[in-house]
């Protein structure tokens, strides 16, 4: 039945005047109007100007996803966010150009994100966890931050934890349960494909899947009945299943079949993952806790704190209820951490977290706790590891530090019996709690300062480059970002370490017909509580001792080749590194041509 424009309005009206919707518009709102704001600062990482040249370069060749300068290697990241990224450059590219096209996906992403924090932290326990715990991860400093760059972080969050809310929500038996099992297919597909965290998904599946259908699996191992005859027989011939793992197949076997002539596996990404987690790296390594000991920062320090109440809340309940079962839970527990620490130091996050989910009652946070455990735990494994990496979990454990804020309530609520300065004061501690880690990570000023220092040198070193040369003409730098302004879909000579004998370059200049030859000094732009201790990206060792030092300058890092090349000659330089290198320095760009004629 059609509704007239008054009914309309009324029924809008009637919406509007649930408190509920207008807190949770608010906060959709806020969470997008902060992330489209600092979305366009200047500066651009490694890792964006890649993604930038993906969304120039991939229209023209769109199921070969891969760069000139790259052949297929490429194809070895996963496709979601950069088929993102080319679409939001095809549609809007032409009306606000490419720079602004590709800026804009995260912020949605984030905002989105923000969006199904909500609808989890709801179904999980209520609308009350779900509003707070939206509100509080639209303010999270780091979620925040990859909500405005150019990587896939904001994305798979937003991703993952939809794909946690279709698993959760499928499994109990509501009105909808089944479109949500069919979703689990494409999102699950969509999630993997995003980025290799994704795949954690995989056990976190198969383990809440196992613990939901116990019953059935205890009814066919327990009992004399036949399978045909058991509950588990329902299980195996749901259509829903099938029906969502015939959605995942589709959206992933054309990726599996294109990634078979490129590194003859099925998903070259899951394999590159299993090679960095199974190197010891060649950069400074942080330890196996290294995720554990971030894991404060990440949240907050006020939000950390309530994530250990929900933990001391659970093991209380749980012995107060069953002495004998939380006695015996907590010698397994301490018996598996102690395990994997003396055994294998790197799954003792896994062990340590996963193992909270046998102390909660509630399913949804099982799931959440066995999501984060997982999630920590397999990227612990990992030689290198930044925070960032582990951002798909912080609104699982968001929304598990938000039950605290009820706990405290319902705590205050019994003993002081004026319910109004109960509701008061829950409000004033969830308000505090969405200032906290605002004032905690001084996250406005590190905006601040990042949208003043980043990277400033480079843009206008690859524009001149642009400006002053034919499209066809090759260049080298030492940063993926003077390519990406310099051109950004011509093949080019990759990023890398200045080789280190003058024969070696010489033969790399020739070899590859390099014209141009740009160098600088490479800086960090993450804002200070980003900082994961690893040095900078650099050069070649030595050459980065010298130039930290103060011994050399970028101009002069040609000075280690026994005399100064006469075949390349400065033609341009931008900004000034000041020493010691840190986010705030300018990175020096020294623009120099190369004569091939006497090389």
Known sequence: MNLSIEEAGEKLKQKLDNKYALLLLGIIGFSAAI?????????????ESIHGRIAKEVPKHLLEYSLPDKGGAMTKRPPVYNYMLVLSNMVFGDLIGTDTAVRIVSPIMGTLGVISTYLLGRE???????????????????????????????TLTALFTTTLLAFYYGLEDKKYSKYAIWAWGPLIALTALSKQPGYTLGPIIVFYFVYKKRREIKDYFMTDKGFKQSDLYSVFTDKNYYIALGLFLVAMLPWMVRNMGVCQFPLCSFKQALNIASSSGNIDVQGPLYFLFTLPGLLSLPLFGLLVI???????????????QT???LIFTGMLALGTFTLKTELFP???????????????????????????????????KVPRYIVYVLPALIILSTVSIFRISSFICERIPDTDLSKYAQVWMIMILIVSPILGL??????AQVSSHGFQALEPAGEWVQENTEDDVRIYSTSPQVRYWAHP???????????????GFKNFLRDENISIVMIDVYERTQPEWMNTGLPPYRLSSSIIRDIRSGRSTAEEVFNRFEDTPSYLSPVQRFGETQLPLTRQSQPQVIIYRVNRSII
Request: glycine share 10%; net charge neutral; aromatic share 10%.
């Open 35 to 47: 992330r489209f704001k600092y979305a366009f600062f200047e500066g651009m990482w490694v890792d």
């Open 124 to 154: 999980v326990k209520n609308r009350d966890v779900g509003l707070a715990a939206a509100a509080l991860t639209s303010v999270n400093g780091t979620y925040w931050f990859l909500s405005e760059r150019i990587l896939m972080g904001a």
């Open 310 to 324: 929900n933990v001391i809340g659970n093991v209380v309940d749980t012995f107060t209820s069953s002495p004998d």
């Open 327 to 329: 006695v015996k839970k």
């Open 350 to 384: 896994l062990a340590l977290i996963s193992s909270v989910a046998l102390f909660v009652r509630s399913d949804g946070e099982k799931l959440l706790w066995l999501s984060a455990g997982l999630g920590i735990g397999i990227m612990s494994v990992n030689a290198t």
């Open 442 to 447: 001084n996250y406005v000023s590190g905006q």
């Open 489 to 503: 879909t011509m093949p080019v000579a990759s990023a890398g370490r200045v080789p280190s004998n003058e024969t």
